[in-house]
């Protein structure tokens, strides 16, 4: 069907990314009209359960919350990703960009 056909077609594009905010995708199946990637396992949360937590963005003043330095250094992985993605032929475009697709290791690393 079309819906397969489109399915593969993306994965197989996403078999082939390399980035370090880019979780690994390893495999992809259809099963029982299913369909599954299979992916490198990330160990974190998500930005807006970070932000949560924490609350908003404040600078460096001692006020609880997310450091400049930590939402500069989220962004920064958040644009290198994004950048790396709409140099590929054809460009990849992240449609659902959102805290809660952005996950954040207790490394601080960003994966979209």
Known sequence: ???VEWF????TLLLDLNHPC?????DFFVEGGKH?????????RTLGEVLDKVG???GNNGAR???????????QQVCSVLSYLHRQTPPIIFRDLKPS????TEHDEVKL
């Open 1 to 3: 069907t079309q819906a």
């Open 65 to 75: 919350g997310v450091t400049e330095a930590r939402a500069r250094s989220w962004g």
């Open 36 to 44: 599954y990637l299979v992916m490198d396992f990330i160990d974190g």
């Open 56 to 58: 908003d963005v404040v």
């Open 22 to 26: 880019i979780p690994r995708v390893r």
């Open 101 to 104: 697709n952005i996950m954040v």
């Open 8 to 11: 593969e077609r993306e994965a």
